[in-house]
């Protein structure tokens, strides 16, 4: 069972010396039985709903020591409630007193910093700041109370609508609206903006600000855990929700995933986005870890968060099961007391390139790493040793990250698109990184008299179909309705936060014969990075059921529709591949991007390419601008 809530209140008493002792001690002693209260519904909440055959004794224990802690806090505050009434509220000594800490003006701040709530709607709000409005009544009645006693001895005060109305047009108010105001409006604030700065030079230095961001996600110095995507689990988990907590929004999302003609694919996608969760996982704490000037970092829990809407943020369900994302050996390698850490420039290289690593350790571990082993390896997907080697066995300090040496392999024996794994051992700990080899290619997407390459649809490619032949059509991602394409999931969950990207991970089909010289898993890892960053989500609700997308993005669950970036179907006599993807910028610094490009080719101008799916051309120009 869990441990009973433990809260400790430092504060001196030249903090509020407008306030007396007893209201102080008063106002702790309130927000502690609050905690307690809570704690205890939590574990009343528990014993409810555990299985009828679980032994309850420990809970209950805990209950009866609660209730019991909680009877005497009350007396002994009802006691301090009545002190600090017969208390002079400005000791007369004190002419000039002021509170330091203005409670009402707290109170209402607090609430305030709920408003980016109301973009979910008035409901949410409410529920947001319900936990505030005791503490706010309150401070209503202290604030009138010491208002009043300021009268009664002759001296001046703020009148207590004053103090309400400067907190109300305060400037924390007023940033926190702002806020609330860009997560209902920010694509309407930005598009304004932009035609009211429409000068050249200040959109290029904003895209330029824009992609320094995104190289600053890219390495992973600021990155964010986002949350993902798993209705699979989700569907699962609606039987153990009983009672007063049944889990009515859950059966709203498996409904309308059925409505979409997608039900069948909610395992798919429940390990499609998980896969990429711990992916991220691993990635964002290594990041955290390896910058040493940090103080940790913090999740918010290792299950899921129920509230909000729901936000499956966690790598256990809410009962704390696993979810089979991954096993608590992998995930001690990045999340431990001593975790070997690896910097690296890309995880998608040429193989004309060297792969270069710089080993460090965080060891915050007890005691020091004497003499500690430091041993290296890449191994193929067959687990095969292309290279390994030493470095200097060395003593490691602890309460620290520190560097222990560097290693190369160059990639000139890799003549055909390969994942490769780099492992790292120091001492008795080990994590290891996969990266992606790629030959280069040149030439890519030579139309041919059967296969026609094209970035538009227009009459030629609709001919092209017409004579029964093959059309590739890659339209830029400028030039494609839909929602944008990023690489991570989103963040905490879409029902809270309703900004872009409003997708949690893609389902890749690799069965299909288009990844045949692709190396791929089911769910995108990062040699997808430069892919989907350079891509556009088309939204294919009105394409036929039957039809899958090749790349099937994930939707959030509270909409799940039918998403995708790369498809096929056959139009008219002749066959259509449809990929959403900017094939031109910087295409030779993306060695991913070409060698999927050149699976394609080799797909598309071989028999294998045969769509089943009918779809009109109306269809097609229904996604694309003209």
Not at 58 to 67: D, F, K, T, V, Y
Not at 171 to 178: L, S
Not at 462 to 467: I, S, T, V
Not at 486 to 509: A, D, E, Q
Request: proline share 4%.
């Amino acid at each position: 069972m869990s441990k009973p809530v433990e809260v400790e209140f430092l504060m001196k008493d030249k903090l509020t010396p407008g306030m007396n002792k007893a209201e102080r001690e008063a106002l702790e002693l309130r927000n502690t039985v609050r905690l307690l209260e809570a704690e205890l519904e939590r574990l009343r909440l528990a014993g409810e709903t555990a299985a009828p055959n679980l032994d309850q004794s420990a809970n209950i224990a805990q209950i009866h020591a609660l209730e019991k802690q909680l009877e005497e806090l009350r007396g002994k505050l009802k006691l301090l409630q009545e002190e600090s009434e017969s208390v002079q509220v400005t000791p007369a000594d004190m002419p000039n007193a002021q509170r330091q800490f203005n409670g009402l003006h707290n109170s209402i701040q607090q609430m305030a910093r709920e408003m980016p709530s109301l973009a979910m709607g008035p409901q949410m709000f409410f529920l947001a700041i319900s936990n505030n409005l005791p503490i706010f009544t309150d401070e209503l009645a202290r604030a009138r109370k010491e208002y009043d006693e300021l009268q009664k001895s002759g001296k001046k005060g703020t009148p207590v609508w004053k103090q309400v109305l400067s907190s109300l047009f305060s400037w924390q108010t007023a940033m926190t609206t702002g806020i609330m105001l860009l997560v209902m409006y920010g694509d309407e604030i930005w598009d304004w903006t932009k035609n009211l700065f429409s000068a050249k030079k200040g959109v290029d230095e904003f895209n330029i600000s824009l992609k320094e961001m995104t190289e600053i996600e890219k390495d992973g110095r600021a990155q964010t855990v986002r949350t993902r995507f798993e209705l699979k689990s989700v569907i699962d988990e609606i039987k153990n929700f009983t009672g007063p907590v049944q889990a009515r929004n859950f059966e709203i999302f498996r409904e309308l995933l059925d409505k979409n003609h997608m039900l069948d694919q909610a395992h798919d996608f429940f390990r499609a986005s998980g896969a990429l969760t711990a992916i991220e996982y691993k990635d964002v704490i290594e990041a955290q870890l390896r910058t040493y000037l940090k103080g940790g970092f913090q999740l918010l829990s290792l299950n899921d968060f129920t509230g909000q809407g729901y936000a499956p943020v966690g790598i256990l369900d809410p009962f704390w099961n696993t979810k089979g994302l991954i096993t608590p050996e992998k995930w001690r390698e990045f999340c431990a007391p001593t975790v070997a850490l690896l910097r690296f420039d890309k995880r998608a290289l040429y193989n004309d390139e060297v792969f270069e690593g710089k080993a460090e350790i965080y060891n915050y571990g007890p005691t020091l790493l004497k003499n500690a082993k430091i041993n290296w390896s890449i191994t193929d997907s067959n687990g095969k040793t292309l290279k390994s080697g030493k470095l200097k066995t060395q003593t490691v300090g602890k309460n620290g990250v520190f560097p222990l040496g560097s290693f190369s392999y160059a990639l000139n024996n890799i003549t055909e698109p390969q994942k490769l794994t780099v492992h790292l051992s120091v001492a008795h700990v080990k994590n290891s990184w996969d990266i992606w080899v790629y030959p280069r290619h040149s030439n890519l997407m030579q139309s041919t008299s059967e296969v026609l390459y094209t970035t538009v649809f227009d009459e030629k490619a609709k001919q092209h179909l017409a004579d029964g032949k093959k059309v590739v059509l890659c339209p830029k991602p400028s030039k494609v309705k839909g929602r944008k394409s990023v690489f991570h999931n989103h963040f905490w969950n879409p029902i809270m936060f309703k900004w872009p990207p409003m997708t949690i991970g893609c389902l890749i089909h690799d069965d299909q014969p288009i990844f045949e010289h692709f190396i791929t898993s089911y769910h995108t890892d990062w040699q997808w990075w430069d892919i989907l960053e350079n891509a556009k989500v088309i939204e294919m609700k009105d394409a036929p059921a039957a039809l899958r997308p090749f790349i099937q993005v994930i939707d959030h669950y509270d909409n799940n529709e039918k998403l995708g970036i790369g498809f096929e179907a056959k139009v008219k006599k002749g066959s259509l591949l449809v990929l959403a993807v900017d094939t031109q910028k910087n295409i030779n610094e993306r060695p991913a991007t070409q060698q999927l490009l050149e699976s394609i080719d080799r797909y598309v101008k071989s028999d294998k390419f045969a769509p089943q799916i009918t779809v009109d051309e109306s269809y097609i120009e229904s996604f694309l601008k003209k």
